[in-house]
């Protein structure tokens, strides 16, 4: 009687790790990364490409039992080599399925397998025992793969360049955990796209030899999605603890009193309260503490009064006004119409020219913006002109930098008359090439410019208006005139990280304006002839009149 042992593996398991040896023969590094991740340019890729190798393919498979594993897989001509303990994967699926550690039997099988170059790399089989008890187990991840990927190993056990290479394959694809496996003292790095267009590449794991304990665990806090989501969700604690700091002008007592009970003194504060606002500054990187000494970082610095540009008026806004107007966000989406006005009675413009105080604030924080104007002589020529009149030009701020960059020039200043009282004094270095006019650009401009200026205006209104300011202007300026928008851009794709995404959804809130891309910019102005990066995220887009 002959007796027939059943196979250890199923048909979907073996129908899967033939699947995962085709996948690697069929890539080699180049290939994996591009695949792997798309979104990185060809350069990032090509670096990572000199510090990382395809090392395996791994994937998990579901036998009763591991005895006898490397033998059924011998005899299907997979051969490998001795069965090592799995660390991480078990860690892993202990966690995911809620099982005691001690009662998964996890091993690593690995057999060689060429790439399509014909370099020597591996298969990894993860096996899992599953008795009865466990097929919830198997048939999840069966369905889901949630262990399978491709891994890269570093060539170089180096924190530092082990640090870096996280943080670039952390652009495109999310932390997915990792652990140290002592048995062969390594340490994994797993990645995840989700949303990823292969499958197949949806995971990747970063193998380096080496024990990186402060590193891991840190990827490991990135990997839980509720912690990046909480960060996300104190974003409005964080504005509040900045504007707090700024009312109480806590950056400018910093710049003298370094101790706890010398700041409660100087600020009117409660020791034990502002030693805790202290504390999350740090962590907000505002300030820095060392033992029970406190100092301003760089980035705190710019909230000092005492500072060109502070960004103190700026967090005054931002923790006051503009808080308040955000909370009505709801409605501004569900409505289409600014909430600063719901929330004030009045559109923005009208309500700030009601209250001085509050006036004064919001063009002293405008001013904390005038960074973005660095630059912008050196992207446009104005030694063709003979007149630039800044339209809304505020505190003066751009005029004045283009005027001191091109003596020959006189400048024309076009605010509301109190706008205008800021501008006679950040101008009066130059006053004799500068004329101050009172007026509202929608009804008019001055019709005596080479170069006109435009700057953070159009974001205020929606298309409509936006039309009918543009429309103004081609009315009144003469037909040579060369007009400089000065406006943050919107993305054309979502994959850019920009300053005018936020800014787009503050518009909304606050002006009923929006931030546009630049080819929504063409769209509006009759002649785009180029556009021009500046700081801050901001861009010059020139036009002139077509014809």
């Known amino acids: 009687m002959i007796t027939t042992t059943p196979p250890l593996l199923a048909t979907a398991d073996l129908v899967r790790v033939s699947a995962a040896i085709d996948l690697l023969g069929a890539n080699d590094t180049a290939s994996v990364l591009a695949a792997a991740l798309p979104s990185l340019?060809?350069?990032?890729?090509?670096?990572?490409?000199?510090?990382?190798?395809?090392?395996?393919?791994?994937?998990?498979?579901?036998?009763?039992?591991l005895e006898g594993l490397a033998d059924e897989l011998a005899a299907r001509g997979i051969r490998t080599g001795a069965m090592t303990p799995s660390v991480v994967v078990r860690e892993r699926l202990s966690s995911r399925y809620g099982v005691p550690q001690h009662e998964l039997e996890v091993g690593i099988l690995r057999a060689p397998i060429a790439d399509r170059t014909g370099l020597p790399r591996e298969l990894e089989i993860f096996a899992v025992a599953t008795p009865p008890g466990l097929e919830h187990i198997a048939e999840d991840e069966r369905e889901h793969g949630r262990e399978n990927h491709v891994a890269l190993t570093v060539r170089r056990?180096?924190?530092?360049?082990?640090?870096?290479?996280?943080?670039t394959i952390a652009t495109a694809m999310r932390p997915d955990g990792g652990g140290?496996?002592?048995?062969?003292?390594?340490?994994?790095?797993?990645?995840?796209?989700?949303?990823?267009?292969?499958?197949?590449?949806?995971?990747?794991?970063l193998v380096c030899a080496g024990r990186f304990p402060s590193l891991l665990a840190t990827h490991r806090r990135e990997s839980c999605a509720g912690t990046a989501l909480?960060?996300?969700?104190?974003?409005?604690?964080?504005?509040?603890?900045?504007?707090?700091?700024?009312?109480?002008?806590?950056?400018?007592?910093?710049?003298?009193?370094d101790d706890l009970p010398g700041l409660a003194t100087a600020t009117g504060?409660?020791?034990?309260?502002?030693?805790?606002?202290?504390?999350?500054?740090?962590?907000?990187?505002?300030?820095?503490?060392?033992?029970?000494?406190?100092?301003?970082?760089?980035?705190?610095?710019?909230?000092?009064?005492?500072?060109?540009?502070?960004?103190?008026?700026?967090?005054?806004?931002?923790?006051?006004?503009?808080?308040?107007?955000?909370?009505?966000?709801?409605?501004?989406?569900?409505?289409?119409?600014?909430?600063?006005?719901?929330?004030?009675?009045?559109?923005?413009?009208?309500?700030?020219?009601?209250?001085?105080?509050?006036?004064?604030?919001?063009?002293?924080?405008?001013a904390a913006g005038d960074a973005m104007f660095e630059g912008v002589t050196g992207v446009f020529d104005f030694s063709g002109a003979r007149t630039v009149v800044d339209v809304a030009g505020g505190n003066g701020e751009l005029l004045h930098r283009v005027l001191c960059a091109n003596p020959a020039l006189h400048g024309v200043l076009m605010d509301r008359p109190h706008a205008l009282a800021a501008a006679r004094t950040r101008l009066a270095d130059v006053a004799d090439r500068v004329t101050l006019v009172p007026g509202d650009f929608t009804e008019s401009v001055p019709g005596t410019g080479d170069v006109y200026l435009l700057s953070r205006v159009l974001h205020d209104w929606d298309d409509e208006r936006c039309r009918a300011i543009l429309a103004t202007v081609a009315r009144d300026v003469p037909a040579h005139a060369d007009l400089l928008v000065l406006e943050r851009l919107l993305p054309e794709s979502g994959a850019v990280d920009s300053l005018a995404v936020p800014w787009d959804v503050h518009m909304?809130?606050?002006?009923?304006?929006r931030e546009r891309t630049a080819s929504h910019y063409r769209a509006l102005l009759a002649d785009v002839v180029e556009t021009h990066a500046l700081p801050l995220d901001a861009h010059l887009v020139h036009a002139r009149r077509r014809g």
């Open 508 to 513: 909304l809130c606050n002006t009923g304006g």
């Open 180 to 205: 140290h496996n002592g048995y062969e003292n390594s340490t994994v790095l797993y990645f995840r796209d989700a949303h990823g267009t292969d499958p197949a590449f949806h995971r990747l794991e």
């Open 269 to 366: 504060a409660d020791e034990h309260s502002l030693g805790r606002l202290l504390r999350y500054l740090a962590a907000l990187g505002v300030v820095h503490t060392s033992g029970d000494r406190h100092g301003l970082t760089e980035l705190g610095a710019l909230l000092r009064s005492d500072r060109t540009g502070s960004m103190r008026p700026l967090a005054l806004m931002y923790g006051g006004p503009f808080y308040r107007s955000f909370a009505a966000l709801p409605d501004a989406v569900r409505s289409g119409g600014e909430s600063y006005a719901k929330v004030f009675g009045a559109h923005h413009f009208e309500h700030m020219a009601a209250d001085p105080d509050l006036a004064e604030l919001f063009h002293r924080s405008m």
């Open 41 to 65: 340019d060809e350069e990032h890729r090509a670096t990572l490409a000199g510090h990382v190798t395809v090392d395996h393919v791994a994937l998990l498979v579901f036998p009763d039992t």
């Open 157 to 167: 056990p180096d924190p530092v360049l082990l640090s870096g290479l996280r943080a």
């Open 230 to 257: 909480l960060h996300l969700l104190t974003g409005a604690w964080a504005t509040q603890a900045i504007a707090t700091a700024a009312e109480l002008r806590l950056p400018d007592h910093l710049a003298t009193i």
